[in-house]
Structure formats: C-alpha cells, structure tokens
C-alpha cells in the first residue's frame, strides 16, 4: 500500500466532475487500499479519489473511533437516490482545506445506491455522521466543497487563505 499526496485548495482539481468507474478489478482494489491507507495516515474519516488526484467516483470511509478495530467502507459510483427533507448539522472539516472547519446543514438521512470492491451492486441507508460524509465526499466527485455550503463571505476568506499559503510555498 502507498500513502498518496493530498490534493489541497486551491488546486483546480478539486473542482473537477469526477468520471464512473467502468471497470472493479486488481488496478482500482489498489488504489482502494492506498487510499484507506492514505485516509488513516492524514487522520480522516472520508476520502474520495479526487482528493488523491484520480478523477474517479470513488470514496472510501472509516467512522471508527480512536483504538476501534478499523471498518472501511467502499463505494464506487456512489449515487444519492433518496435525502429526508429532515435536516442536520454537523462541524466539517476536509483532508483537503486542513484545519478548517465550519458547520454545515444536510439532509440527516439519504439511500445511496454502490458498487462494493467486488463489483457487487448495494443500497446503503445512512444517516446521522455516516450520511453527513457520505453527503460530503460525493460532493467531492462533483467538484463540491464544503465551504460551497457556507456563506459567501466565509467561503472567500477561506479560497484566500489557502491561495496566500500556496503562492508562499512556490
């Protein structure tokens, strides 16, 4: 397994449309286990392929906690196909903007529809911080970012900062 470099704001990629998957074989089960290795290594919870700089629908999550034995979860083209109009909040934070957090309203429940690493077609029910992440690494594959969820104002104080500190490490 290797550990991949993070892509971080303001890198374009970030705001790319990631492309489906066509095909579950050997070459994306890699890049699964490099990327579950690469989210444990940053720490985080949720990581999807563009973050690593793969345009491709594919996220990996791990909501155990701390001295938890690890539960990855593996979706491949993952699709939203039900949100709750009942909304919930939680703080977010993104391997990609590090050390940035805000509070973001979603949906607290969605049915997303997946292939597992085999290729196997799942529904997942989700809700509570399993929704929120799955609700913000989808984002991801559409070139959404969190901070798209929150005020104008803060959103470009956040681009600025993290422009400034790219330009000083050029």
């Known amino acids: 397994m ?11 990629l970030l705001r790319q449309v990631s492309q489906p998957v066509e095909r579950v074989d050997s070459e994306l089960n ?17 990581l999807a392929a563009i ?7 594919l996220l990996v999550i791990d909501l155990a906690k701390e001295g938890e034995e690890p539960t990855p979860l593996v979706f491949i083209n993952p699709k939203i196909i039900r949100s709750s109009d009942e909304r919930s909040t939680y703080e977010e934070g993104c391997l990609s903007i590090p050390d940035y957090y805000a509070e973001v309203e979603r949906p607290a429940a969605i049915t997303v529809t997946s292939l597992d ?3 196997k077609e799942v529904t997942t029910e989700a809700d509570g911080l399993l929704a929120t992440c799955l609700q913000h690494e989808i984002d991801h594959l559409d070139g959404v970012l969190f901070i798209d969820h929150i005020s104008r104002l803060k959103r470009e104080m956040v681009i600025k900062r993290f422009t400034k500190a790219a330009r000083q490490k050029i």
């Open 30 to 46: 890699q890049l699964v286990d490099d990327m579950l290795e690469t989210m444990y290594e940053a720490p985080g919870i949720g």
């Open 2 to 12: 290797t550990i991949k470099p993070l892509i971080i704001l303001p890198d374009p």
């Open 51 to 57: 973050q690593v700089g793969v345009p491709r629908r």
């Open 117 to 119: 690493r085999t290729g």
